[in-house]
Protein backbone atom coordinates (compact mmCIF):
# COMPACT_ATOMS: atom_id res chain seq x y z
CA UNK A 1 0.00 0.00 0.00
CA UNK A 2 1.63 3.02 -0.79
CA UNK A 3 1.42 6.57 1.21
CA UNK A 4 -0.96 8.22 -1.30
CA UNK A 5 -3.00 5.25 -0.33
CA UNK A 6 -2.68 5.16 2.99
CA UNK A 7 -3.59 8.80 3.61
CA UNK A 8 -6.90 8.34 1.67
CA UNK A 9 -7.91 5.61 3.76
CA UNK A 10 -7.49 7.55 6.68
CA UNK A 11 -8.99 10.70 5.62
CA UNK A 12 -12.13 8.30 4.90
CA UNK A 13 -11.48 6.87 8.37
CA UNK A 14 -12.29 10.37 9.99
CA UNK A 15 -15.44 11.73 7.91
CA UNK A 16 -16.45 7.85 8.91
CA UNK A 17 -16.16 8.83 12.59
CA UNK A 18 -17.65 12.32 11.95
CA UNK A 19 -20.67 11.14 10.25
CA UNK A 20 -21.20 8.35 12.72
CA UNK A 21 -20.80 11.53 15.67
CA UNK A 22 -23.72 13.71 13.87
CA UNK A 23 -25.57 10.85 14.05
CA UNK A 24 -25.37 10.25 17.50
CA UNK A 25 -26.64 13.87 18.02
CA UNK A 26 -29.58 13.35 16.76
CA UNK A 27 -32.11 13.58 18.68
CA UNK A 28 -34.12 10.24 16.58
CA UNK A 29 -31.49 7.74 15.20
CA UNK A 30 -33.46 6.43 12.94
CA UNK A 31 -34.72 9.52 11.55
CA UNK A 32 -31.45 11.17 11.66
CA UNK A 33 -30.29 7.68 9.11
CA UNK A 34 -33.20 7.61 7.00
CA UNK A 35 -32.23 11.21 6.21
CA UNK A 36 -28.47 10.38 5.58
CA UNK A 37 -30.07 7.30 3.14
CA UNK A 38 -32.20 9.21 1.10
CA UNK A 39 -29.81 11.98 0.62
CA UNK A 40 -27.10 9.40 -0.20
CA UNK A 41 -29.67 7.63 -2.26
CA UNK A 42 -30.64 11.20 -4.08
CA UNK A 43 -27.08 11.66 -4.86
CA UNK A 44 -26.25 8.45 -6.30
CA UNK A 45 -29.12 8.85 -8.26
CA UNK A 46 -27.77 11.88 -9.81
CA UNK A 47 -24.69 10.41 -10.99
CA UNK A 48 -26.25 7.19 -12.18
CA UNK A 49 -27.88 9.62 -14.69
CA UNK A 50 -24.44 10.37 -16.57
CA UNK A 51 -23.69 6.94 -16.40
CA UNK A 52 -24.01 3.61 -18.51
CA UNK A 53 -25.84 0.65 -17.18
CA UNK A 54 -24.60 -1.76 -14.83
CA UNK A 55 -23.27 -5.15 -16.48
CA UNK A 56 -25.27 -8.18 -15.61
CA UNK A 57 -22.07 -10.19 -13.59
CA UNK A 58 -22.29 -6.37 -11.37
CA UNK A 59 -25.42 -7.14 -10.27
CA UNK A 60 -25.65 -9.69 -8.13
CA UNK A 61 -22.72 -7.97 -5.96
CA UNK A 62 -25.20 -4.49 -5.84
CA UNK A 63 -27.97 -6.33 -4.58
CA UNK A 64 -25.90 -7.66 -1.81
CA UNK A 65 -24.39 -4.86 -1.28
CA UNK A 66 -27.78 -2.67 -1.06
CA UNK A 67 -29.41 -5.33 1.98
CA UNK A 68 -25.82 -5.46 4.11
CA UNK A 69 -25.74 -1.81 3.92
CA UNK A 70 -29.14 -1.35 4.39
CA UNK A 71 -29.11 -4.14 7.66
CA UNK A 72 -25.68 -1.93 8.30
CA UNK A 73 -27.58 1.41 9.24
CA UNK A 74 -30.65 -0.44 11.04
CA UNK A 75 -28.33 -2.13 13.51
CA UNK A 76 -26.19 0.76 14.01
CA UNK A 77 -28.68 3.43 14.49
CA UNK A 78 -30.31 1.20 17.10
CA UNK A 79 -27.01 0.38 18.94
CA UNK A 80 -27.08 4.57 19.39
CA UNK A 81 -30.19 4.16 21.12
CA UNK A 82 -28.63 2.18 23.51
CA UNK A 83 -25.34 3.35 23.74
CA UNK A 84 -22.53 6.25 23.62
CA UNK A 85 -20.72 6.68 20.38
CA UNK A 86 -17.19 5.86 22.26
CA UNK A 87 -18.66 2.67 23.50
CA UNK A 88 -21.13 1.37 19.89
CA UNK A 89 -18.57 2.41 17.40
CA UNK A 90 -15.31 0.54 19.15
CA UNK A 91 -18.30 -2.83 18.69
CA UNK A 92 -19.45 -2.00 15.69
CA UNK A 93 -16.45 -1.67 14.08
CA UNK A 94 -13.70 -3.52 15.88
CA UNK A 95 -15.07 -7.15 15.07
CA UNK A 96 -15.42 -6.17 11.40
CA UNK A 97 -11.40 -6.42 10.76
CA UNK A 98 -11.07 -9.86 12.23
CA UNK A 99 -14.57 -11.30 10.31
CA UNK A 100 -12.64 -9.95 7.04
CA UNK A 101 -9.35 -11.30 7.94
CA UNK A 102 -10.91 -14.65 8.78
CA UNK A 103 -12.62 -14.99 5.61
CA UNK A 104 -9.74 -13.82 3.52
CA UNK A 105 -8.04 -16.48 3.15
CA UNK A 106 -10.96 -18.49 2.39
CA UNK A 107 -12.78 -16.11 -0.54
CA UNK A 108 -10.54 -13.28 -1.45
CA UNK A 109 -6.66 -13.71 -3.58
CA UNK A 110 -5.03 -11.15 -1.76
CA UNK A 111 -1.93 -12.05 0.30
CA UNK A 112 -1.10 -9.80 3.37
CA UNK A 113 2.37 -10.31 5.14
CA UNK A 114 3.39 -11.31 8.45
CA UNK A 115 3.36 -7.62 9.57
CA UNK A 116 0.11 -6.98 8.48
CA UNK A 117 -1.74 -10.06 9.75
CA UNK A 118 0.22 -9.23 13.22
CA UNK A 119 -1.21 -5.08 12.71
CA UNK A 120 -5.13 -6.45 12.50
CA UNK A 121 -4.31 -8.49 15.20
CA UNK A 122 -3.16 -5.64 17.74
CA UNK A 123 -5.68 -3.10 15.83
CA UNK A 124 -8.65 -5.87 16.43
CA UNK A 125 -6.94 -6.48 20.03
CA UNK A 126 -7.46 -2.94 20.95
CA UNK A 127 -10.86 -2.15 19.59
CA UNK A 128 -12.12 -5.28 21.40
CA UNK A 129 -10.18 -3.68 25.16
CA UNK A 130 -12.15 -0.58 24.26
CA UNK A 131 -15.52 -2.73 23.81
CA UNK A 132 -15.31 -4.11 27.27
CA UNK A 133 -15.97 -1.38 29.26
CA UNK A 134 -20.17 -2.35 28.09
CA UNK A 135 -19.85 -4.63 31.34
CA UNK A 136 -17.48 -2.84 33.47
CA UNK A 137 -19.27 0.44 33.56
CA UNK A 138 -22.72 -0.52 33.85
CA UNK A 139 -24.02 0.42 30.47
CA UNK A 140 -26.69 -1.21 28.72
CA UNK A 141 -26.33 -4.61 27.45
CA UNK A 142 -28.60 -4.28 24.56
CA UNK A 143 -26.56 -2.04 22.47
CA UNK A 144 -24.34 -5.51 22.33
CA UNK A 145 -26.48 -7.35 19.91
CA UNK A 146 -27.41 -4.61 17.65
CA UNK A 147 -23.85 -3.42 17.67
CA UNK A 148 -22.72 -6.89 16.61
CA UNK A 149 -25.25 -7.50 13.51
CA UNK A 150 -23.53 -3.83 12.94
CA UNK A 151 -19.99 -5.71 12.55
CA UNK A 152 -21.59 -8.33 10.78
CA UNK A 153 -22.90 -6.76 8.05
CA UNK A 154 -19.53 -4.09 8.11
CA UNK A 155 -17.82 -7.14 7.37
CA UNK A 156 -20.01 -8.44 4.49
CA UNK A 157 -20.27 -5.22 2.66
CA UNK A 158 -16.37 -5.09 3.15
CA UNK A 159 -16.14 -7.99 1.25
CA UNK A 160 -18.74 -7.74 -1.39
CA UNK A 161 -18.11 -4.26 -2.03
CA UNK A 162 -14.54 -4.89 -2.49
CA UNK A 163 -14.72 -7.76 -5.19
CA UNK A 164 -18.21 -5.94 -6.60
CA UNK A 165 -16.18 -2.68 -7.24
CA UNK A 166 -12.96 -4.78 -9.56
CA UNK A 167 -16.06 -6.70 -11.22
CA UNK A 168 -17.33 -3.37 -12.32
CA UNK A 169 -14.15 -1.76 -12.69
CA UNK A 170 -16.12 1.59 -11.93
CA UNK A 171 -16.01 2.39 -8.02
CA UNK A 172 -17.67 5.56 -8.41
CA UNK A 173 -20.34 4.15 -10.45
CA UNK A 174 -20.91 1.14 -8.04
CA UNK A 175 -21.06 3.26 -5.11
CA UNK A 176 -23.67 5.27 -6.48
CA UNK A 177 -25.90 2.35 -7.25
CA UNK A 178 -25.32 0.84 -4.06
CA UNK A 179 -26.09 4.06 -2.18
CA UNK A 180 -29.09 4.32 -4.46
CA UNK A 181 -30.41 0.56 -3.80
CA UNK A 182 -29.58 1.08 -0.01
CA UNK A 183 -32.04 4.14 0.15
CA UNK A 184 -34.29 1.61 -1.59
CA UNK A 185 -34.50 -0.90 0.78
CA UNK A 186 -33.93 1.05 3.75
CA UNK A 187 -36.42 3.70 4.02
CA UNK A 188 -39.28 1.23 4.00
CA UNK A 189 -37.86 -0.92 6.70
CA UNK A 190 -37.95 2.22 8.88
CA UNK A 191 -41.54 2.98 7.99
CA UNK A 192 -42.25 -0.64 8.81
CA UNK A 193 -40.81 -0.22 11.98
CA UNK A 194 -41.41 3.54 13.32
CA UNK A 195 -44.61 4.08 11.35
CA UNK A 196 -44.89 7.51 8.85
CA UNK A 197 -43.51 9.67 12.30
CA UNK A 198 -40.00 8.88 11.16
CA UNK A 199 -40.12 11.12 8.37
CA UNK A 200 -41.04 14.16 10.33
CA UNK A 201 -37.96 16.32 10.75
CA UNK A 202 -37.30 19.67 11.09
CA UNK A 203 -34.63 21.56 9.42
CA UNK A 204 -32.00 20.67 11.65
CA UNK A 205 -32.61 17.30 11.73
CA UNK A 206 -32.25 17.45 7.59
CA UNK A 207 -29.58 19.68 8.12
CA UNK A 208 -27.38 17.18 10.23
CA UNK A 209 -28.78 14.13 8.28
CA UNK A 210 -27.03 16.01 5.34
CA UNK A 211 -23.88 16.50 6.18
CA UNK A 212 -23.43 13.52 7.92
CA UNK A 213 -24.68 12.03 4.40
CA UNK A 214 -22.24 13.87 2.73
CA UNK A 215 -19.18 12.47 4.81
CA UNK A 216 -20.56 9.67 4.73
CA UNK A 217 -20.39 9.13 1.27
CA UNK A 218 -17.24 10.81 0.63
CA UNK A 219 -15.35 7.89 3.09
CA UNK A 220 -16.85 5.25 1.60
CA UNK A 221 -16.11 6.38 -2.18
CA UNK A 222 -12.69 6.48 -1.06
CA UNK A 223 -12.93 3.31 0.63
CA UNK A 224 -14.07 1.41 -2.29
CA UNK A 225 -11.74 3.04 -4.53
CA UNK A 226 -8.81 1.61 -2.08
CA UNK A 227 -10.19 -1.89 -2.35
CA UNK A 228 -9.48 -1.60 -5.87
CA UNK A 229 -5.92 -0.91 -5.93
CA UNK A 230 -4.84 -2.78 -2.33
CA UNK A 231 -5.92 -5.68 -0.16
CA UNK A 232 -9.28 -5.45 1.31
CA UNK A 233 -8.35 -6.78 4.44
CA UNK A 234 -5.57 -4.17 4.87
CA UNK A 235 -7.72 -1.83 3.89
CA UNK A 236 -10.51 -2.62 5.69
CA UNK A 237 -8.74 -2.60 9.03
CA UNK A 238 -6.74 0.56 8.63
CA UNK A 239 -10.65 2.13 8.24
CA UNK A 240 -10.84 1.06 11.82
CA UNK A 241 -8.50 3.75 12.70
CA UNK A 242 -11.54 5.74 12.91
CA UNK A 243 -12.32 4.33 16.40
CA UNK A 244 -9.63 6.68 17.48
CA UNK A 245 -11.29 9.65 15.95
CA UNK A 246 -14.83 8.60 17.46
CA UNK A 247 -13.53 8.29 20.73
CA UNK A 248 -11.57 11.28 20.45
CA UNK A 249 -14.92 13.18 19.38
CA UNK A 250 -16.95 11.52 21.95
CA UNK A 251 -14.57 12.87 24.94
CA UNK A 252 -14.34 16.12 23.38
CA UNK A 253 -17.32 17.15 21.46
CA UNK A 254 -20.09 15.11 22.78
CA UNK A 255 -19.04 15.03 26.85
CA UNK A 256 -18.80 11.12 26.83
CA UNK A 257 -16.24 9.88 29.94
CA UNK A 258 -12.70 9.26 29.17
CA UNK A 259 -11.61 6.06 31.03
CA UNK A 260 -7.93 4.23 31.60
CA UNK A 261 -9.54 1.41 30.00
CA UNK A 262 -10.04 3.92 26.37
CA UNK A 263 -6.98 5.46 26.35
CA UNK A 264 -4.84 2.29 26.61
CA UNK A 265 -6.92 0.78 23.72
CA UNK A 266 -6.93 3.86 21.53
CA UNK A 267 -2.62 3.42 22.05
CA UNK A 268 -3.46 -0.28 20.98
CA UNK A 269 -5.27 0.80 17.87
CA UNK A 270 -2.42 3.39 16.71
CA UNK A 271 -0.30 0.48 17.03
CA UNK A 272 -2.00 -1.81 14.99
CA UNK A 273 -1.87 0.65 12.19
CA UNK A 274 1.66 1.46 12.50
CA UNK A 275 2.43 -2.19 12.01
CA UNK A 276 0.06 -2.44 8.99
CA UNK A 277 2.65 0.46 7.30
CA UNK A 278 5.84 -1.95 8.06
Known amino acids: MSAGIFAAVMAA????????????????????????TIVQGLAGL??????????????PWLAASGLFHAGYKLFLALAYEQGDLSRVYPIARGTAPLIVMALSGLVLTDALTGWEYA??????????????????????????PFALGSAAMTAGYSIVD????????DAVT???????????????????????GVLRADRRA?????????ASYGAYAIAVWAMTVAPIALVAAL????????????????????????????????????????
Do not use: Q
Open 46 to 59: VILLTRDLPGLEVV
Open 174 to 196: FVAWLFFLDMVLFTPVCLALRGR
Open 119 to 144: GIAVLGAGILGMARGVFSGGEAVRLL
Open 13 to 36: AFLHAAWNSLIKFGASKITGMLIL
Open 239 to 278: RESSILFAVLIGWLVLGERMHRGKALSALLIVAGVALTRL
Open 162 to 169: GLGARVSG
Open 206 to 214: WGLGALAAA
